[in-house]
């Protein structure tokens, strides 16, 4: 029942901007309150798997939340939720500005809520072709998300993105075709074969040649879709150009829904060709992310590709953890949530740097502190989080990485990593530092333009604590299930 | 129908399939890509429809009908107003010369029945010959998307990558479950009608839908 109301709200919520003859506010309050309710579903779900249940529908559990699909279903609704409840306001502001219309902004509604609901079918559908169709829907429905604000520049990256996007999810099925050859040539043809959990039970007996090339096929486009280096080229482009609400979910949530692809994937792998294989290809392209963000964040003019950029890190250190064995995982699981709260709030709080200062450019960005002192101290918070600081999130799971690396006795490994670290922490503070300090403009007028709109990114930085704190023992016993259904 | 016969017969449609693809990299007009796409479009009908008959799968011409509905009629008719609309033929200049695409092209081929090997070995179906040449048209779509500097011709390249994804499935298994082929039809589909419209959109914007003029994005 659970899974149904958290496909359906979404979906639901699409449907009175789809039949609406103009836009109105309270399209906006259902799209963000039937996102509110999917996250009590997915709480709802969560709570099912700690009392020792796998809530499942459908034949042959043809919907099914596991632990790790409970934490992703967490984490989609929850960014989606603030996202929309921000994002409300700031459109409105948007559009008053001119920067769109009536008939766009009810646009924005109808796909976003169809973006929303592909994710949340991808992390729930048992069967890996439904997951497979549901990653590639969330392309579909965001690549005009992109270019909501027609611009020259939105409109290329937005090309690139559906592309790219498209091709490397075409290559994600070549491997689950390849996977499924596999299970028909040893089992036969059965009726739920490509059901993840019927793969899984399945995959000792597969051929390890086969999974291993399915699994090339699988990283690579899934991966393409995840942002990871060197299939990375679309991602700064689409995030930066993305209005804030959609590069908000698009960081925070939708390259994870891809990473978990590969996760649901690399279960089977593992127990056909024995664990290892996966999780060296994992680190290696996991280490390319890294070093690429690592040299290309330090030339950044734009403070949205910065942030795009740092995605690209926080998903090469997400492979990294889940190629390390299991405290890896949990260290990967646990940095997913704290990126998507830190990520999604940083980009949030960047559509205010954008509507104030009218530039994405870092060097036209001058005293933020003093012009948006609200906006400003949640980006900092958002940037210090990013950068694995304490008391955030994020330098708990980082911690538990680099110990995870070192207890699976890659020492050199963990070496390069934080020397990466180092050199992106440096890069990323000197343009905190020259965004956040300095004189403003003299054009830029001070003052938060409407301060209770930040009221919803209250949420993100009470996850970051506690999370970076104390990890409330629920959600860790929540993460420790979830990375046991990754062990093989 | 013998099963060695069978066997050639499906040999000779995927040839037909990979070198409909390769053609297209010979070719240096939008004109001629969107007629050779729609006649590989049409021989990989004629190959589902050989498979269906062999196996007795009756789902399969459901999907040979859907194939030659959208892939051989709809999708060809909407690119050749696209480009009617887009008017200029830019492809006599693409990123990589006529000799040195098919050279690759072939050494493409090379590679798909290396990394099928595995999987020809252990298939005991009579279509398994086909495998490598599948992969191999999956291969020559990437090579049509990276080598082409129309947005237009890059469509023409991920829908031969399409075909030769969905040649796989039939020749390996068969096709895969309905429900998948239905929803991956779904996805093709509203992923082309979605790139075409951004096709009219890169022209209405840039006047051009050279694709080498989309670099205002760096790092």
Same mark, same amino acid.
């Given at each position: ?26 399209? !906006? ?7 509110g ?5 997915? +709480?709802?779900?969560?709570r ?22 409970a ?25 008053? #500005?001119?920067?769109?219309d %009536? ?19 991808? *992390?729930?559908?048992?069967n ?12 579909i ?32 099925f ?9 299970f ?7 009726? #739920? ?5 019927v ?10 040649d ?13 991966g ?13 482009d689409?995030?930066?150009? !993305? ?10 949530s939708?390259?994870?829904?891809? +990473? ?6 690399k279960? *089977?792998?593992? !127990? ?15 280490? !390319?992310?890294? *070093? ?20 690209v890190? #926080?998903?090469g ?14 260290a990967?699981?646990? #940095? ?31 005293? *933020? ?9 949640l ?7 990013l ?30 990593v ?5 050199a ?18 003299? %054009? ?10 930040l ?9 970051l604590?506690? +999370? ?21 | ?31 001629? =890509?969107?007629? =050779? ?6 021989v ?33 008719r ?9 008017? $200029? ?5 693409? =990123? ?37 040449l ?21 469509i ?28 991956a ?14 096709? =009219? ?9 050279? $694709? ?8």
């Amino acid at each position: 029942m659970l899974l149904v109301a958290l496909l359906l709200l979404p979906l639901a919520a699409a449907v009175p901007a789809l039949v609406a003859p103009r836009y109105h506010p309270s399209i !906006a309050a259902t799209s963000a309150a039937a996102s509110g309710a999917a996250f009590l579903a997915a +709480l709802g779900l969560a709570r099912a798997n700690l009392r020792g249940g796998v809530p499942s529908i459908g034949p042959e559990e043809f919907l099914r939340a596991d632990g790790l699909s409970a934490v992703l279903a967490l984490v989609v609704s929850g960014v989606a939720c603030v996202s929309l409840w921000f994002g409300a306001g700031y459109l409105e502001r948007v559009r008053d #500005h001119g920067g769109l219309d %009536d008939a766009r902004l009810r646009r924005f509604y109808v796909l976003t809520n169809l973006f929303v609901a592909t994710m949340l079918l991808a *992390v729930t559908a048992n069967n890996v072709g439904v997951m497979w169709v549901a990653v590639e829907g969330t392309t579909i429905a965001t690549a005009f998300l992109i270019g909501l604000e027609h611009s020259k520049a939105a409109l290329e990256a937005s090309w690139k993105y559906i592309l790219i996007g498209s091709i490397g999810i075409a290559l994600a099925f070549v491997g689950t075709v390849l996977g499924y050859f596999d299970f028909v040539q040893r089992v036969g043809e059965a009726p #739920h074969a490509l059901h993840w959990t019927v793969l899984a039970r399945a995959s000792p007996g597969l051929n390890g040649d086969v999974l291993r090339l399915a699994f090339v096929f699988i990283l690579v486009g899934y991966g393409t879709k995840a942002g990871l280096a060197p299939m990375h080229t679309w991602l700064p482009d689409a995030h930066s150009e !993305a209005p804030a609400p959609i590069s908000a979910m698009m960081s925070g949530s939708l390259l994870v829904v891809a +990473l978990y692809a590969v996760a649901r994937w690399k279960v *089977v792998v593992d !127990a056909g060709v024995g664990p290892g294989y996966a999780g060296r290809m994992l680190i290696l392209f996991g280490l !390319a992310s890294l *070093v690429l963000a690592a040299v290309l964040l330090i030339r950044q003019s734009s403070y949205k590709r910065m942030l795009a950029y740092s995605s690209v890190e #926080h998903i090469g250190l997400m492979c990294l953890g889940l190629g390390l064995g299991p405290l890896g995982t949990l260290a990967a699981l646990l #940095h997913m949530i704290g990126h998507a709260a830190s990520k999604s709030l940083a980009f949030l709080a960047s559509g205010n740097l954008l509507e104030a200062y009218g530039s994405p450019r870092i060097a036209s960005v001058r005293g *933020v502190l003093r012009v948006l002192p609200w906006t400003g101290a949640l980006f900092l918070v958002a940037a210090l989080a990013l950068l694995g600081l304490p008391p955030f999130g994020l330098f708990v799971s980082e911690v538990m990485l680099v110990r995870a690396g070192f207890l699976a006795g890659r020492p050199w490994l963990m070496g390069a990593v934080l020397a990466l670290l180092v050199a992106i922490f440096l890069s990323f503070l000197g343009h905190l530092h020259r965004m956040l300090f300095g004189i403003p403009p003299a %054009d830029v007028r001070p003052g938060e333009r409407r301060p209770f709109g930040l009221l919803p990114l209250g949420f993100n930085v009470a996850v970051l604590l506690a +999370l970076g704190l104390v990890v409330p023992e629920p959600l860790l016993r929540l993460l420790r299930l979830a990375a046991g259904v990754l062990r093989p | 129908m013998s099963p060695a016969l069978f066997s050639q017969l499906c040999a000779l449609g995927s040839s037909l399939v990979l070198i409909t693809g390769i053609a297209i990299l010979w070719r240096h007009s939008l004109a001629v =890509y969107i007629d =050779y796409f729609a006649r590989q479009s049409f021989v990989f009908v004629l190959v589902i429809l050989g498979v269906a008959a062999y196996a007795g799968e009756a789902e399969l011409y459901l999907v040979a009908a859907m194939v030659f509905l959208f892939k051989v009629m709809l999708i060809p008719r909407i690119l050749r107003r696209v480009r009617r609309h887009v008017g $200029v033929d830019l492809e006599v200049r693409p =990123y990589v010369n006529v000799p040195a695409s098919v050279a690759l092209a072939g050494l493409l081929t090379l590679i798909a029945y290396a990394v099928t090997r595995p999987v020809v070995e252990i298939s005991g179906l009579p279509t398994r010959a086909g495998i490598p040449l599948a992969l191999a048209v999956v291969f020559v779509g990437l090579l049509i998307v990276v080598s082409r500097r129309s947005a237009l011709a890059q469509i023409v390249g991920f829908l031969v990558l399409e075909n030769g994804i969905a040649l796989l499935a039939i020749l390996a298994t068969y096709g895969v479950p309905l429900i998948v082929e239905l929803g991956a039809f779904l996805d093709v589909l509203l992923g082309f009608l979605v790139m075409q419209v951004f096709v =009219y959109r890169i022209r209405e914007t840039f006047d051009t839908i050279d $694709v080498d003029r989309l670099s205002g994005l760096r790092h």
